[in-house]
């Protein structure tokens, strides 16, 4: 009698150990489409708070390409993810964050946090480092606002022939105010860019 409850042990310990084998299975093929762990921003980053109440991995941005890096040159950080970019830029406000990210066939360049309110937007962009194109731009908030583009259908900024053209879009936003006599305006935020290949 005591063999054979050794034995149905044995069997029942086999039994649970392939049942557990097949449940991690499926865990483990979750684990790999996930995000780099080194490479996500940690608790108290500004980037990756947005980021991740953004929906993180699932976010218009997808996982980080690089951990959060600052600048050797001024008060800031960066870092790029598998669709875009977030850049903290302080000297638009202690909390500004500037991004831009792809969108289907458009580049969506948005901006928050700014600390101050605003009654519109300068956005300058430029392609592979060329000439800035100005435009202004409404809000959303008094703090925040976007800049929408079809790259590849306004003015032909991103045509070609061959099909393996990468191109790099640069923008930069200010906020500025209405005053009688023009315009009073605050400063340029830190450069963010995004890279596409078509």
């Known amino acids: 009698m005591g063999r054979t409850t050794s034995r149905s042990l044995t069997g029942l310990a086999a039994a649970v150990a392939t049942a557990a084998i097949c449940l ?35 976010s218009v941005f997808g996982c980080p390409a690089t951990k959060e890096f600052g600048y050797p040159d001024k008060k800031g950080s960066w870092q790029r993810f598998r669709n875009g970019k977030i850049v903290w830029s302080p000297n638009l406000g202690g ?5 831009v990210f792809q969108k289907g066939d458009n580049i969506v360049f948005k901006w ?5 309110d605003w009654d519109y937007f300068n956005v300058r962009w430029s392609k592979d480092g060329g000439r800035a194109t100005q ?26 022939t061959n099909g393996h053209e990468v191109n790099k879009f640069a923008f930069i936003v200010q906020g500025c105010d209405k005053t009688t006599f023009g315009s009073d305006c605050g400063p340029w935020g830190i450069p963010t860019s995004i890279s596409l290949a078509h």
Do not use: F, H, K
Request: net charge positive.
């Open 112 to 116: 928050s946090g700014l600390g101050r």
């Open 135 to 160: 435009v202004q731009t409404g809000r959303l908030t008094p703090w925040s606002g976007q800049y929408l583009m079809a790259p590849y259908v306004q003015g032909g900024v991103g045509t070609t």
């Open 95 to 99: 909390g500004a964050l500037v991004r």
């Open 24 to 58: 991690a299975a499926p865990q483990a093929a979750s684990a790999s489409s996930a995000c780099d762990p080194s490479l996500v921003a940690p608790a108290g980053s500004l980037i990756g708070g947005l980021w991740r109440s953004n929906g993180g991995e699932t």
